[in-house]
């Protein structure tokens, strides 16, 4: 359903020069497919402009220097199909002040006289199908739904990927993912001595990178359990939105994310990563500029490229702060806006990053070198294939830049082999950070969309 249209956006540029009006354009589609546009007058409205936004950044601009006969400012905008997505923003100002209108146009809307929906701006609405849908109101995590990873080796960090109850529950409606000390569930001397066979205590090892990451033993065992948890729904293009509060806690690292059904392009990130949310449950933790990037700093981020390095690796990531409050004081909602011709991330209203499918593709925009691997997929490739949705909460680990500047105590452990204990060794720094069901990132409902 979502391909094979290129993504139109209208916006309709209003200048005025007396007071505040309620803004309904009218939109109407003629036997020949043409689109017209009219926009009500108002008194001192010296012209519209309405600006067609095409596919890839193309921009046709159609002026109205006069009103028709009707006091309207009506003009037809050329070549905009009926699968093609149209959003406005009207602008108008007056002597001292600026006001903006946001809305947009669905082609489902085309029998009645207007066309027209209001809505939030974080994204546009389009006809969408429902594919995955979840609000905890069962009770239970639905194994039809959700499967959780099983791994001794939490992808790197300090925490087993855990199918227990404890790290992972549903109450009231709402669904915990909470991480636990390994030591509460395995005995105190377990970061010491003994072996942590995953496959042995749950029946199962899902691994990412192989049976390594399915047992470890003394020193190398992870001090943390939690969970992370795989959604069943899939899309290719669409919409997703997670309402969430996020944990709090030093270390803590909640993310809400989407990986490629299958690795058709290869191994990440060849086949892309799509980051809707990542955060530090850190409350005092700032970037050398000064910056905060912890519990309040919302980060989103794409993926892509032929290898890890930092010359096969190529990323946009953009980050989005609060004031004064976290995303652990309140539910927000974390959403995606995916086309052929985008990619759009943000929380609640606010758009955190955009990124435009470029015109030559990914692989040229990223000067990758070599064979271009995508070159058979499509314009959007690697994001032109099924996606499903990811849930956890890691602790420690490489997004905790050792550059960051944490109060009152630095970065508790090194880049050793050694770093799970160091960790754990110093525990009486970041453990009493960690309060109850604070800790656990709290989902509400969760909503896939295919276009």
């Known amino acids: 359903m979502g391909t094979g249209f290129v993504s139109t956006t209208v916006v309709a540029v209003i200048f005025l020069v007396s007071c505040c009006w309620a803004i309904t354009p009218v939109w109407k589609r003629a036997e020949d497919g043409r689109l017209s546009v009219s926009v009500p007058d108002f008194p001192g409205t010296q012209n519209v402009t309405v600006t067609v936004n095409k596919d890839y950044g193309q921009e046709v601009i159609v002026f109205i220097p006069n009103k ?115 030591t509460d569930r395995f005995g105190s001397d377990i970061m010491n001595h003994g072996t942590i066979d995953v496959k042995h205590v749950w029946g199962a090892c899902r691994p990412v990178w192989g049976s390594d990451s399915c047992v470890t033993h ?110 652990g004081d309140a539910f927000h909602t974390f959403w995606l806006d995916w086309t052929e011709s985008h990619i759009r991330i943000g929380v609640d209203d606010h758009t955190v990053l955009t990124v435009n499918t470029p015109s030559q593709g990914f692989w040229n925009e990223a000067h990758l070198q070599g064979n271009n691997i995508w070159a058979h997929g499509g314009k959007s490739a690697p994001f032109d294939r099924p996606f499903y949705l990811i849930l956890n909460v890691a602790v420690g680990g490489g997004f905790f830049w050792d550059g960051y500047i944490n109060t009152p105590y630095k970065r508790p452990w090194s880049n050793g082999n050694n770093d799970y204990y160091e960790f754990w060794q110093n525990r009486h720094l970041w453990l009493p950070t960690w309060h109850g069901e604070d800790t656990a990132m709290k989902v509400k409902s969760v909503k896939m969309q295919q276009y």
């Open 68 to 182: 028709s006969a009707d006091n309207t400012w009506r003009t037809v905008i050329e070549g905009i199909s009926k699968n093609d997505v149209i959003g406005y923003v009207i602008e108008y100002r007056l002597p001292d002040t600026h006001h903006r209108v946001t809305g947009s146009y669905s082609p489902e809307a085309e029998e009645s006289e207007t066309g027209l929906t209001l809505g939030s701006e974080h994204y546009l609405r389009r006809r969408a199908t429902t594919v995955f849908y979840d609000d905890f109101s069962s009770g239970h995590i639905d194994s039809k739904k959700w499967t959780h990873d099983i791994m001794a080796v939490g992808m790197g960090h300090f925490q087993i990927w855990s199918p227990e109850s404890r790290n992972s529950y549903v109450k009231n409606g709402i669904l915990y993912i909470k991480p636990t000390l390994t």
């Open 218 to 327: 003394d020193k190398q065992n992870r001090p943390v359990m939690s969970a992370l948890l795989r959604s069943s729904g899939a899309i290719k293009y669409g919409k997703v939105e997670v309402v969430a509060k996020l944990p709090k806690g030093d270390w803590l690292w909640p993310a809400i994310w989407m990986m490629p059904k299958e690795s058709h392009y290869g191994g990440w990130p060849q086949s892309g990563e799509i980051d809707i949310m990542e955060a530090m449950g850190n409350l005092h933790m700032k970037h050398p500029n000064g910056l905060s990037v912890g519990a309040d700093c919302d980060h989103s981020t794409i993926h892509y490229g032929n290898g890890r390095d930092g010359t096969a690796h190529a990323r946009h990531g953009e980050q989005y702060r609060l004031h004064g409050t976290t995303f």
